[in-house]
């Protein structure tokens, strides 16, 4: 543990380092490339207007080289990737996405993916939206949102373990160390195996997910609500609106971008999900999505790299238009301003 401890503090010292390093080296290199003389005026313009056109290539040429490296290349070699057999040496055209439309499982997880979407971001963005009107209006406010906060700093690997001792089954007679089953056993029910019920389980997964993502929604939205203008309360306030008006009238209209914002960055992140329905199911029982049936036909069973492929692909088709607009209207916001 000491020795991981170490290693990533070191590796984080030296990328630090590194990247002075570069950025004070460039600049040396471009300075003496084009040099500022003193007695030539019309030398030493041309020489800062030809810097000022280098210099923010040299600060964001990393990360548009890494950008090609990782993300680029490789969406690029995974489309075609999807035409091919599952050694990907043989070609087969639209065969991999045929076996997709026609697949039990492949249709399952499509059916997940779409419960997941209804359920998730909706159910973030409300609980998001009502803790953070609430906790502006008590004193301890502050310390709520940071306990709801807290989750976003735990892995969704982690998260999934402590919720294991929230749905943990034992026989019927047996002690029940999960929190679910010992409150229904205490009511006099019958204790169930939570994850292994169809179609339920799925809620019971998705609850990891809202309770991780909601700190993140009270957080955006909490701080679009405080840019409201007091004067647009107090005016509503005078004309006789209750509470439930103010909130539903003048206050979410007037954070409804935000609002749409948070919505779509938890959609992207639960057409991504992976990670939960590892770690708690191995999408077993009804509860497969389609990071996991990628997953499982790239690593098992021998892998086949083209039917994995085409269903990564799936996915980067049903993100890229969620991505598309919020990219639009960010900058259709920033054009505004």
């Known amino acids: ?100 439309l026609n697949d039990r499982e492949f249709r399952q997880s499509i059916f997940n993916n779409i419960l997941w979407l209804a359920v998730v971001p909706a159910a973030c963005t409300f609980f998001g939206l009502v803790i953070a009107v609430l906790t502006d209006r008590i004193w301890w406010g502050n310390i709520a949102k940071s306990l709801v906060f807290m989750p976003m700093a735990i892995s969704f690997v982690g998260a999934s373990v402590i919720w294991k001792f929230v749905y943990d089954y034992r026989a019927e007679g047996e002690t029940q160390i999960g929190i679910l089953n010992a409150l229904i056993q205490g009511l006099g029910g019958t204790p169930q195996v939570w994850i292994a019920l169809p179609f339920w389980n799925n809620f019971f997964l998705m609850a990891i997910l809202i309770w991780i993502q909601t700190g993140f929604a009270m957080v955006i939205l909490s701080a679009a ?31 409804w971008g935000t609002i749409a914002v948070v919505w779509t960055t938890i959609t992207i992140l639960v057409l991504k999900v992976f990670d939960i329905v590892l770690t708690m199911t191995n999408g077993q029982w009804n509860t497969i ?29 049903a993100v890229t238009p969620i991505m598309v607009w919020n990219i639009r209207r960010a900058n259709r916001e920033m054009g505004g301003h």
């Open 1 to 100: 543990m000491v020795e991981q401890i170490v290693s990533a503090v070191g590796v984080m010292i030296v990328g630090v380092l590194v990247c002075v390093a570069y950025f004070w080296l460039s600049n040396k290199l471009l300075d003496m490339i084009f040099p500022v003389r003193d007695g030539d005026v019309m030398a030493a313009s041309r020489s800062l207007r030809r810097r000022a056109i280098v210099r923010p290539w040299l600060f964001v040429g990393p990360a548009l080289l890494i950008l090609l490296i990782y993300l680029v290349y490789p969406v690029i070699a995974t489309l075609i990737l999807s035409f091919y057999d599952r050694g990907g040496t043989q070609f087969v055209g639209l065969s991999n996405y045929l076996w997709a």
């Open 289 to 317: 999505v389609l990071a996991n049936l990628m997953f499982d036909w790239m690593f098992r069973g021998g892998g086949d790299s083209g039917r994995s492929a085409a269903i990564a692909v799936i996915i980067m088709l």
């Open 225 to 255: 609500l405080r840019g409201i203008p007091e004067e647009t309360i107090e005016a509503a306030v005078i004309d006789g609106a209750n509470g439930w008006q103010i909130f539903w009238k003048i206050m979410v209209p007037q954070i």
